[in-house]
């Protein structure tokens, strides 16, 4: 029934004493920075509070070999840096062996002593990190994730800056510094903090007609401190949006109120004009659509095709329409093959895309997706991502709530920061990412690649990709 009690019950079935067990409980407490959940119910935790509290649990137990299966999906950045610098610990101070099950090349990259990439249900690649990643092309064709770093050193040796292919960030940073650039002078600040009108990605510009306005919105859900505080933003037409903050910030529950879900304790919402306060959820599920940080929490029919059917149905939208859109959308979302099948059946990809597409079919002015890629692959990201892209280019305004900044940097045009129940910046990704004092106060850290660029005196600070850099550093150097 709480944390304390959940972190407890791995030790205590060891049969270890009381004091043993409440030492291991207070070390999960430091080591994961998780003391203030103590006395709170595990189930109304936020996402990523969730998933701190199980790794917790399992620390206290100290067993030979842990398997973590991808066991940082849904926490912020730092909170990431954290279990993985906690899992190499476990590791080296208690010789703990580790497996870890992972997506994300560039942790695995930083930390692993070997790595087996599996493909087909067969062991298609092992080897230390060095040796799997020099093999770039495999790695590609299974569409994996080629870390930035990895991607960009590729570049400096295929025209001959560096001799071999780099790692990780800090072999990066310690090659390129050691360039010297022809204009000392251009060695450039920091983007001017001025706010521009957000371009999208093809180089349209937004309309700027206000679609959701929140104003002074507040929130508490236990009525002892506030969940979010004072919270005031505009969000325009056709814009694409990213909300990204530590975990338990707000993030899901600011989207909880702009779908009506919850009631506010003072400030006003208003969508398309109007308020929504006086509005059913139902109704205003025509103009905004929602899908859950958990596609479980969403799903509930019998087979894939009645989920995409049941909103238009349930709107009234009539057969002709509901059959077309139906349609249409099982090819979009890639499951056509699987229409009869028990969506309990299809992998959690799968499961993701269902319950967007299951959205998608009432075509809302406004798609509102919470960790869209978590637990996905590198490919299935890139699908669900462009998916979103494309309702984006036909009109409809996305907002996703994401811990990846990767995602953020390639498909946003905007970016919300939000910590501890506050709006603390509002900007372009580039104006974002170089705010780099505001940006650890909301546990973020921007990409790789703009990591490397920050910490290389003469590359300038807002670099958001590998061809910007690329681009930059050939300038510069010669
Ligand atoms: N049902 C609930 N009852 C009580 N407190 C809750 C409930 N749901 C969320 N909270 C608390 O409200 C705060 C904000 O939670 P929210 O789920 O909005 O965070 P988030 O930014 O979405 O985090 P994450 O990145 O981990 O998903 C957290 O402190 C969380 O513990
Ligand atoms: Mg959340």
Redesign the pocket.
């Known amino acids: 029934m709480t944390v304390e009690e959940d972190l407890a019950f791995g030790p205590a079935n060891l049969g270890l004493s009381y004091e043993e067990v409440m030492r291991r409980v207070e070390r999960s407490y430091t080591d994961l920075k998780i003391s203030e ?1 103590k006395d ?2 595990p ?9 701190s509290v199980s790794i917790g649990g399992v620390y206290a137990m100290l067993p030979k070999i842990i398997v973590f299966d991808e066991p940082t999906s ?3 950045p730092i909170g990431k840096e954290r279990v993985f610098s906690i899992v190499k610990d476990i590791n080296k101070q208690y010789g703990i062996t580790i497996v870890l099950v992972e997506h994300e090349m560039s942790e695995i990259v930083k930390h692993a002593d070997k790595v087996i990439v599996m493909n087909k249900g067969q062991v298609y690649l092992q080897g230390s990190v060095e040796e799997v990643f020099s093999q770039v092309g495999k790695l590609q064709e299974l569409g994996l994730e080629i870390p930035q770093s990895i991607e960009l050193s590729m570049r400096l040796k295929e025209d001959h800056y560096i001799d071999k292919v780099l790692l990780t960030p800090a072999q990066v940073i310690e090659a390129c510094s050691g360039f010297q650039p022809k204009t000392p002078a251009a060695a450039a600040a920091p983007a001017p903090a001025v706010k521009q009108a957000a371009a999208a990605g093809d180089g349209r510009e937004p309309m700027r007609e206000p679609i959701i306005e929140v104003s002074h919105l507040r929130h508490s ?2 009525g002892d401190h506030d ?2 505080k004072d919270v005031n933003l505009t969000i325009n037409k056709g814009e694409f949006v990213a909300i990204i ?12 109120h702009i779908i009506g879900l919850l009631k506010p304790d003072a400030g006003a919402i208003t969508v398309n004009g109007r308020a929504i306060a006086d509005r059913s959820v139902a109704e205003l599920s025509r103009e905004v659509g929602y899908v859950f ?1 958990n596609p479980d929490e969403q799903i509930f029919t019998d087979s894939v095709e009645d989920e995409l059917r049941f909103g238009p149905r349930n709107l009234n939208k009539g057969s002709e329409y509901t059959d077309g859109i139906v349609e249409e959308v099982l090819q979009d979302i890639g499951l056509h093959k699987y229409r009869e099948v028990w969506p309990k059946y299809l992998s959690k990809g799968e499961r993701q895309r269902l319950a967007m597409g299951s959205i998608i079919t009432m075509e809302p002015d406004v798609v509102i997706v ?2 869209p890629t978590t637990g996905q692959d590198w490919r299935e990201t890139l699908w669900i991502m462009d998916l979103l892209r494309k309702l984006n280019q036909k009109g409809k305004t996305i907002i996703i ?1 994401t ?1 990846n900044m990767e995602i953020v940097t390639r498909y946003c045009n905007r970016v919300l920061v ?1 910590s501890q ?1 506050e709006l603390i910046l509002d900007g372009t990704p580039k104006e974002i990412f170089t705010r780099r004092d505001k940006l650890k106060e909301a546990y973020l850290r921007p990409t790789d690649i703009t990591y490397i660029a920050q910490n290389i005196a003469f590359m300038p600070d807002d670099i958001i990709s590998v061809d910007e850099f690329y681009q930059v550093f050939r300038e510069m150097v010669g």
């Open positions: 959940l709170r119910k189930f109304e935790l936020s996402g990523g509070q969730k998933q849904m926490l912020d859900y236990l969940d979010l903050g530590q975990n338990g910030a707000g993030k899901t529950t600011l989207a909880r940080q919470d960790e709530i811990h939000m129940g």
